[in-house]
């Protein structure tokens, strides 16, 4: 039998009945704070604090998803040297992939369930991966996790930091998106994608790197 700690309780049970659609579940994530520390938190954490960032807003959603009666899937996205991963929870819809995801970028979060197979899914965050220099980043992505596989550890309820659980996302086989002659062509950023892509962005949860065109693109976007 489980207990109280490892269900939801009756306050939870409401505030995710609301969640009833994918969409519904994205425009929370939107809504709520972003995660500037390096705490991943439960799904039942997310609910009470009302803040996320990618990691533990994919857990969450994942957990939503999994209420709507889809497998709670997590996807790891691996970018270079020069960023941070992502995280995307991903569902399907007659046949197609999408993602519900939070991020510090605009360009980084939903995407309908348009997408043949989760590499196609990936592809589509490209050109809006990047870090705050302009350079495009996505390297690779790690076949799909489900959730329901960790049996030792209470993830959508515990009160202990789950950081340590990219581990595990990261044991299926890794996938590269581009090779490293692609990655010499790579063009940056333009600035009107750059200012799109920053907008809200909390710089306090951004990447730390020599070069940032955050300052210069928001001089030039007022101008």
């Not at 202990?160 to 010499?184: C, F, M, N, P, T």
């Not at 063009?187 to 710089?203: I, Y």
Request: glycine share 4%.
């Amino acid at each position: 039998m489980k207990s109280a700690r490892s269900t939801w309780n009756r306050e939870e049970c409401a505030a995710l009945r609301r969640l009833s659609s994918p969409q519904k579940i994205q425009r929370f994530l939107d809504e709520i704070r972003y995660n500037t520390d390096d705490i991943t938190r439960s799904p039942r954490q997310v609910l009470r604090l009302k803040k996320a960032h990618c990691f533990d807003g994919a857990l969450f959603a994942a957990a939503a998803l999994e209420r709507l009666g889809d497998p709670p899937l997590v996807l790891y996205m691996e970018s270079s040297l020069e960023d941070d991963d992502h995280v995307l929870a991903i569902f399907r819809r007659r046949g197609c992939w999408g993602a519900v995801a939070k991020s510090n970028y605009a360009t980084c979060r939903w995407r309908d369930p348009v997408y043949r197979t989760p590499r196609e899914l990936v592809m589509s965050y490209f050109d809006g991966y990047f870090n705050l220099a302009g350079t495009k980043t996505l390297r690779a992505f790690y076949q799909p996790f489900d959730l329901r596989r960790i049996k030792d550890l209470e993830w959508r309820f515990t009160d202990q930091d789950l950081d340590d659980l990219d581990a595990r996302l990261k044991s299926g086989r890794r996938y590269a998106v581009i090779s490293r002659a692609q990655e010499r062509l790579l063009a940056p950023a333009d600035d009107r994608l750059f200012r799109a892509a920053t907008l809200g962005l909390d710089p306090k949860g951004a990447f730390k790197i020599k070069g940032s065109r955050l300052n210069a693109a928001t001089r030039r976007g007022a101008a």
